[in-house]
């Protein structure tokens, strides 16, 4: 089974709107951290968001917030008020805890924000 | 000056041609990362290293090596390099001790863009 399934190949989204990137994920660690990465179309990797399995708040950093179901196995990535600079690809990523600070990454998501 | 430093940024080579991508860091990071990006599959871990003498396979290590040379400097290395190794290489580092973030994120180096022809 894929640790982190990524959904949407492709998602549009009309500037200063918001936008859901879903991600699911699998594992039987009870301590675990997901992460959320943007790759515009330099090729950089950037980290924007963390959430750990035992946080009991959603994590937010500026116009980012992170929907953590753990029940459900859920981590969705949330934009509010899209721009657009943030056209771009965003990965989900999960790290085991138990694994040595390994990081499984989904498929991506490619973000095109539009006028 | 960028943390993570990857070199060449781009290479082109021949099928059979050895290869080394090299990745600095000035981050002080112990641990240190090898992935591949290919379209569609999002990134894969060739190799890992938690200091100069640990060094482990990842998800897809076959076909590649690594050396630690340094706590800063981990190079990659295709002993005969073959098309399917076209992809885009990353180097990322971590702080075992959670960093001051308290995240453990990886930082990631620019990327190689590697053409095996």
């Known amino acids: 089974a894929q640790k982190i399934t990524q959904t949407q190949p492709g998602m549009f989204v009309q500037e200063k709107e918001a936008v859901t990137l879903d991600c699911t994920y699998d594992?039987?660690?009870?301590?675990?951290?997901l992460f959320w990465y943007k790759q515009p179309s330099s090729g950089e990797m950037i980290f924007l968001i963390y959430?750990?399995?035992?946080?009991?708040q959603n994590a937010t950093e500026g116009r980012y917030s992170l929907n953590f179901q753990k029940a459900r196995k859920s981590a969705n990535l949330v934009i509010s008020a899209s721009q657009l600079g943030d056209s771009a690809m965003y990965f989900c990523?999960?790290?085991?805890?138990?694994?040595?600070?390994?990081?499984?990454f989904g498929t991506g998501t490619r973000l095109q924000v539009t006028l | 000056d960028a943390d993570v430093t990857q070199t060449p940024r781009n290479r082109i080579t021949k099928t059979g041609k050895r290869i080394m991508l090299e990745c600095s860091q000035t981050k002080g990071h112990d641990r240190m990362y090898w992935y591949r990006q290919d379209p569609g599959l999002g990134l894969r871990l060739i190799y890992y290293s938690f200091d100069v003498k640990d060094i482990n396979k990842g998800e897809i290590s076959d076909g590649y090596s690594v050396s630690r040379q340094a706590q800063a400097k981990f190079s990659l290395s295709l002993e005969s390099a073959i098309p399917n190794q076209t992809a885009l290489y990353f180097c990322?580092?971590?702080?075992?001790?959670?960093?001051?973030?308290?995240?453990?994120?990886?930082?990631f180096g620019p990327g190689t863009r590697l053409t095996v022809l």
């Open positions: 959430q750990g399995s035992y946080d009991q």
């Open positions: 990523a999960m790290r085991e805890d138990g694994t040595a600070s390994k990081l499984t």
């Open positions: 990322a580092t971590s702080d075992p001790d959670f960093g001051t973030s308290g995240y453990n994120e990886q930082f």
């Open positions: 594992t039987s660690d009870p301590s675990y951290g």
